[in-house]
């Protein structure tokens, strides 16, 4: 064995990782100067995005929630930051709630720029996986979800305080206070009221989840049986508040309810988004949600997905 590997981390398995981040890099495109052949960085790209995302979400990201997610040097993110904001891609404003810090918005000659990044990235994946079979592309994003929910530690963001999630008995003032933010960030006309929630709770094959930062409440989702499918699920309200963003918990949100809805006979979990949605969006489709014709009445819904669930 070589001299740099210790008992629970082995050469091979070093070499091995190496390699395909060789492969992986150069394969995806990751080693050009610009992303995509187009105007920016990959960094850049990325920030663009992460603020474009937040904004279109809730209230606008911040620069320490920016390194937090991206886990970048806070030097080099102020530098990015500078740049982005002389080509008037970005808006720095100061925040009421903390004057260290600033509010980063698009600009709409950055949110016209994200909109193009957008669909360039969405092109370049459609061209890798029409090269593959339909059962090898749903393998890769199988795979893909799993490596990532393997590598996905808190620890990795320095965050001393333990993550729990919890299923909930019976409404919770936490819970609806969550859900409350969740209505009011993306602005859901249809709202479910605290009775409905608890007979949601009470329903079989259904539940409420809370996240946990130590013991404050961070996120929540919400999974109802559906009667009009068989043996399936319908997850809603996956949020977690900014000053949590970046640490998983939207992934061990919906690993907790994934696992529930398999351990109880459901078969396929639903759910619907609208397209303004982009970050939300991407995370159930790394998952391996595929779309899916429209189920539900739900007015503001444009996106409309769906999960088969495997022996878990």
């Not at 001299?3 to 150069?26: E, L, M, P, Q």
């Not at 960085?41 to 904004?55: C, D, F, M, Q, V």
């Not at 016209?112 to 994003?141: F, G, Y």
């Not at 000053?243 to 907790?256: E, H, Q």
């Amino acid at each position: 064995m070589d001299a740099r590997a210790t008992d629970a981390v082995s050469a091979a398995h070093i070499t091995s990782i190496r390699g395909f981040n060789r492969f992986y890099t150069a394969h995806m495109g990751l080693l050009r100067k610009r992303h995509l052949g187009g105007d920016f960085s990959l960094t850049e790209a990325r920030i663009l995005y992460e603020i474009g995302s937040s904004s279109a979400i809730t209230t606008p990201i911040t620069a320490s929630v920016l390194r937090n997610i991206l886990q970048l040097d806070a030097g080099y993110i102020s530098r990015v930051l500078a740049l982005l904001t002389k080509r008037k891609l970005i808006r720095q404003a100061a925040s009421k709630h903390d004057a260290c810090e600033k509010l980063l918005t698009l600009t709409p000659t950055g949110q016209v720029a994200l909109e193009k990044l957008n669909r360039q990235s969405e092109l370049h994946i459609e061209q890798l996986l029409a090269n593959l079979p339909q059962p090898r592309q749903e393998a890769l994003v199988d795979s893909l979800a799993r490596a990532r929910s393997i590598l996905e530690k808190p620890a990795h963001h320095g965050v001393s305080q333990p993550i729990g999630i919890r299923r909930l008995s019976k409404p919770s003032s936490e819970a609806l206070d969550l859900l409350h933010e969740y209505y009011e960030a993306v602005h859901v006309v249809q709202r479910d009221t605290p009775k409905a929630v608890g007979k949601v709770i009470r329903t079989p094959a259904s539940g409420l989840w809370l996240a946990y930062l130590g013991s404050e409440p961070i996120g929540c989702v919400l999974l109802r049986r559906l009667s009009s499918i068989p043996h399936a699920g319908e997850c809603k309200r996956l949020y977690v508040r900014p000053s949590a963003r970046g640490l998983g918990i939207a992934a061990r949100l919906m690993d907790a309810l994934e696992d529930f809805a398999a351990s109880e006979g459901l078969q396929w979990i639903y759910l619907d988004s609208y397209s303004d949605l982009k970050a939300a969006i991407d995370l159930y489709r790394r998952r391996g949600y595929t779309a899916t014709e429209r189920y539900n009445d739900n007015p503001q819904a444009t996106i409309f997905l769906r999960k088969h669930l495997k022996n878990r």
